[in-house]
């Protein structure tokens, strides 16, 4: 196992900031840049970011709430991204205490079944209900969603990093 190499401590979340990445993620997963099956879940990354670091406020309803919302964008059979939403959520949650200890681009490595599982629940939908295979560019799309965790993690975890303190008085 590797060891995190910024053993920082992180001040509490805020919670607006949390909320407010989401609804960003979805916002820029509701964008009309077409249907593009390499193009990475920009929400599913915010949800499994968040699932991961802090599980007790982003769990699998969180998941199913975001992904009745992608249904509806999509004109998608409902339930499908819930569906895979809800098994991102509930995934990375029990992982978040092992993936916490590996480096970001390890962690990356660790997320990347539960994005391909992601991709596949949906695509295993889609394909039931009779839609046609989208290609094999679907595969990129989870590469992708793993090479953007690092960025993800820098991005969404800077509120919490601790400003270096002058004061030789407090330890922390």
Do not use: K
């Amino acid at each position: 196992m590797m060891p995190r190499t910024d053993d920082q401590l992180l001040l509490p979340v805020n919670l607006w900031f949390m909320w407010a990445s989401l609804v960003v993620a979805l916002a820029l997963n509701l964008l009309p840049l077409g249907r593009m099956a390499w193009r990475p879940d920009l929400l599913a990354v915010a949800l499994a970011f968040w699932a991961v670091h802090q599980p007790r406020r982003v769990g699998v309803g969180v998941g199913f709430c975001f992904g009745l919302v992608m249904d509806v964008h999509h004109g998608a059979l409902l339930g499908q991204h819930a569906l895979a939403y809800t098994l991102l959520t509930f995934f990375a949650i029990s992982l978040h205490r092992r993936l916490t200890w590996f480096t970001t681009p390890a962690q990356a490595l660790q997320v990347l079944p539960i994005f391909l599982l992601m991709h596949l629940v949906i695509l295993l939908v889609r394909l039931a209900t009779g839609d046609v295979f989208p290609g094999w560019g679907l595969l990129a799309a989870p590469l992708f969603e793993a090479l953007l965790w690092p960025l993800v993690s820098l991005l969404l975890l800077a509120p919490q990093r601790r400003a270096p303190d002058p004061d030789a008085n407090r330890p922390l």
